[in-house]
């Protein structure tokens, strides 16, 4: 009988010990996220660690890292039951950074240069309030119920939303925000930001800098069937290229987002498991990728920091947004 409870005992010491060698890594994916998304909240938007704790790390498994703020370091780490402490550190004009454990802490960062234009017209041709336009084709108290009805009730924050804004020919016909939150407040753009890398590349072309249907992409690519990729593809997200984009495991997507010094290199280095043109895959590995296209495209890295803004964010008077650049990766507020 004692021999029965020794091995059995054993037994579970060991598979203990593989659930937790096996899952470990998986805790980057809650210590990075928590620290990162802490990071932002309270030194880019202006928020409170417990409000971000129990308003944006409140979902499982998020909900179980341990959360803390240095505001003289300006800096959140986060951390599971004391295990896997990852750092995000803050970086005025550049938003937060999720930094590895051989970061250096004097390590120098360039800055995009901006410039802020302002203007006396009303909206949507400048900053000021709008001039009172009331539509007789629209039934307001239907609409402001179905704005409503966008929003969470008490504290379920299940529906999560921050804002509403319904715009009818230029004109804000109806607008709501969640307590806490206003037209000023900064609000994540996560996959947003594959639009304005899109329209990036818009810009470069229309330069004349690119060709939407190039190939040859990259160096690494050469000798192989990668050559074969056009920038068109890698916009569709049609390019052929292997690619994982599971949140919940240690994929190619987590791997990249939590993992990775160069977050532009995770795409590239996968090989074909399609044929291009044909073989359509969502990929956040392939927007990062695209961003070390136009990283490309300039002789040095302030150019690349500083024509987003100059020649697409500012330029059309987008004062309030940032681009989080996180080495090749962007986010934005």
Same mark, same amino acid.
């Given at each position: 009988?004692?021999?029965?409870?020794?091995?059995? +005992?054993?037994?579970? /010491?060991?598979?203990?010990?593989?659930?937790?060698?096996?899952?470990?890594? *998986?805790?980057?994916?809650?210590?990075?996220?928590?620290?990162?998304?802490?990071?932002?909240?309270?030194?880019?938007?202006? !928020?409170? +660690?417990?409000?971000?704790?129990?308003?944006?790390?409140?979902?499982?498994?998020?909900?179980?890292?341990?959360?803390? /703020?240095?505001?003289?370091?300006?800096?959140?780490?986060?951390?599971?039951?004391?295990?896997?402490?990852?750092?995000?550190?803050?970086?005025?004009?550049?938003?937060?950074?999720? /930094?590895?454990?051989?970061?250096?802490?004097?390590?120098?960062?360039?800055?995009?240069? !901006?410039?802020?234009?302002?203007?006396?017209?009303?909206?949507?041709?400048?900053?000021?309030?709008?001039?009172?336009?009331?539509?007789?084709?629209?039934?307001?108290?239907? +609409?402001?119920?179905?704005?409503?009805?966008?929003?969470?009730?008490?504290?379920?924050?299940?529906?999560?939303?921050?804002?509403?804004?319904?715009?009818?020919?230029?004109?804000?016909?109806?607008?709501?925000?969640?307590?806490?939150?206003?037209?000023?407040?900064?609000?994540?753009?996560?996959?947003?930001?594959?639009?304005?890398?899109?329209?990036?590349?818009?810009?470069?072309?229309?330069?004349? *800098?690119?060709? /939407?249907?190039?190939?040859?992409?990259?160096?690494?690519?050469?000798?192989?069937? !990668?050559?074969?990729?056009?920038?068109?593809?890698?916009?569709?997200?049609?390019?052929?290229?292997?690619?994982?984009?599971?949140?919940?495991?240690?994929?190619?997507?987590?791997?990249?987002?939590?993992?990775?010094?160069?977050?532009?290199?995770?795409?590239?280095? =996968?090989?074909?498991?399609?044929?291009?043109?044909?073989?359509?895959?969502?990929?956040?590995?392939?927007?990062?990728?695209?961003?070390?296209?136009? !990283?490309?495209?300039? =002789?040095?890295?302030?150019?690349? +920091?500083?024509?987003?803004?100059?020649?697409?964010?500012?330029?059309?008077?987008?004062?309030?947004?940032?681009?989080?650049?996180?080495?090749?990766?962007?986010?934005?507020?």
């Amino acid at each position: 009988m004692k021999k029965i409870v020794k091995y059995t +005992l054993l037994l579970l /010491v060991l598979a203990t010990i593989y659930v937790v060698y096996t899952n470990y890594p *998986r805790l980057n994916i809650i210590s990075g996220y928590s620290a990162k998304n802490m990071s932002s909240s309270v030194f880019l938007a202006g !928020r409170t +660690l417990e409000v971000t704790d129990k308003q944006d790390n409140n979902f499982s498994p998020i909900a179980i890292a341990e959360d803390k /703020v240095d505001y003289e370091d300006k800096s959140a780490t986060a951390s599971v039951y004391g295990f896997m402490k990852r750092k995000a550190i803050y970086k005025e004009g550049l938003g937060s950074i999720l /930094v590895l454990d051989d970061f250096e802490e004097d390590t120098k960062f360039l800055v995009p240069n !901006r410039t802020k234009l302002t203007n006396n017209l009303p909206y949507p041709y400048g900053d000021e309030a709008q001039k009172d336009t009331i539509f007789s084709n629209i039934n307001y108290n239907e +609409l402001q119920t179905a704005v409503l009805n966008a929003f969470d009730k008490n504290e379920d924050y299940i529906k999560k939303t921050r804002a509403v804004v319904v715009i009818y020919k230029d004109q804000i016909i109806e607008e709501k925000y969640a307590e806490g939150f206003d037209k000023n407040s900064k609000i994540l753009g996560w996959s947003m930001t594959k639009s304005i890398t899109s329209a990036v590349l818009g810009i470069l072309e229309k330069q004349g *800098r690119i060709k /939407v249907n190039q190939n040859n992409l990259f160096p690494e690519w050469e000798n192989d069937e !990668r050559a074969k990729i056009t920038l068109n593809d890698l916009l569709h997200m049609n390019s052929g290229l292997e690619w994982n984009e599971d949140y919940n495991t240690m994929s190619d997507v987590t791997k990249m987002l939590f993992l990775a010094k160069d977050m532009s290199k995770s795409q590239k280095e =996968k090989p074909l498991t399609g044929e291009p043109n044909n073989s359509w895959n969502y990929s956040s590995g392939t927007s990062n990728l695209l961003s070390g296209f136009i !990283r490309n495209q300039f =002789k040095t890295h302030q150019e690349y +920091l500083d024509f987003w803004y100059a020649e697409l964010i500012d330029k059309i008077g987008m004062n309030s947004m940032l681009i989080v650049y996180v080495f090749k990766l962007i986010w934005t507020f």
